[in-house]
Antibody
Framework: EVQLVESGGGLVQPGRSMKLSCAASGFTFNNYDMAWVCQAPKKGLEWVATISYDGSSTYYRDSVKGRFTISRDNAKSTLYLQMDSLRSEDTATYYC???????WGQGTLVTVSS | EIVLTQSPTTTAASPGEKVTITCLASSSVSNMYWYQQKSGASPKLLIYSTSSLASGVPDRFSGSGSGTSYSLTINTMEAEDAATYYCQQWSSNPLTFGSGTKLEIK
């Protein structure tokens, strides 16, 4: 059974950093591109970033370029999202998903507030 | 960026009723994906590559369309179908989602 379990969310002050993790199991992790998708409270889904199966290519939405870094450790079957210079508008539930989005984690809530 | 406009924004249907949700793209896309999200849950893939049913999805769901106009149809509404539905494209970067259609049961 495919499982994606996010962790690392919580309350963080504006301008600070946070790192999310997504532990994958039930499939061959290094065969798949992975992505992060976020959802602000009561809002729609928004793609954040994608990383290729081997980590060689990464893609970001414009609003997080230069602030967020997606990475992966294939030996640990884990996906990461390093979020720096956080802003209040980054407040959202962050989901990791296996591309093409047939499998999603349960999400982890990041709240950026002073 | 390709903008996906869903309609209606909110709708309600009686059990057994047919429901159609439309997704209009600001530029032509080659395929459309559809997701269902129930309150407090993660999104669930319903339709991929415009018209292919994802694993385990009831066959009352179907997708169609081409170019800039796509639709998701629920042939006979059931109470468990009450949810928010999103379309999504990745023909062009960045990948984008529609703003969602909230479907309620009457």
């Amino acid at each position: 059974e495919v499982q994606l379990v996010e962790s690392g969310g919580g309350l963080v002050q504006p301008g600070r950093s946070m790192k999310l993790s997504c532990a994958a199991s039930g499939f061959t992790f290094n065969n798949y591109d992975m992505a992060w998708v976020c959802q602000a409270p009561k809002k729609g889904l928004e793609w954040v970033a994608t990383i290729s199966y081997d980590g060689s290519s990464t893609y970001y939405r414009d609003s997080v370029k230069g602030r967020f870094t997606i990475s992966r450790d294939n030996a640990k079957s884990t996906l990461y999202l390093q979020m720096d210079s956080l802003r209040s508008e980054d407040t959202a539930t962050y989901y990791c998903a296996r591309v093409p989005f047939a499998y999603w984690g349960q999400g982890t809530l990041v709240t950026v507030s002073s | 960026e390709i903008v996906l406009t869903q309609s209606p924004t909110t709708t309600a249907a009686s059990p057994g009723e047919k429901v159609t949700i439309t997704c209009l793209a600001s530029s032509s896309v080659s395929n459309m994906y559809w997701y269902q999200q129930k309150s407090g849950a993660s999104p669930k893939l319903l339709i991929y590559s415009t018209s292919s049913l994802a694993s385990g999805v009831p066959d009352r769901f179907s997708g169609s369309g081409s170019g800039t106009s796509y639709s998701l149809t629920i042939n006979t509404m059931e109470a468990e179908d009450a949810a928010t539905y999103y379309c999504q494209q990745w023909s062009s970067n960045p990948l984008t989602f529609g703003s969602g259609t909230k479907l309620e049961i009457k």
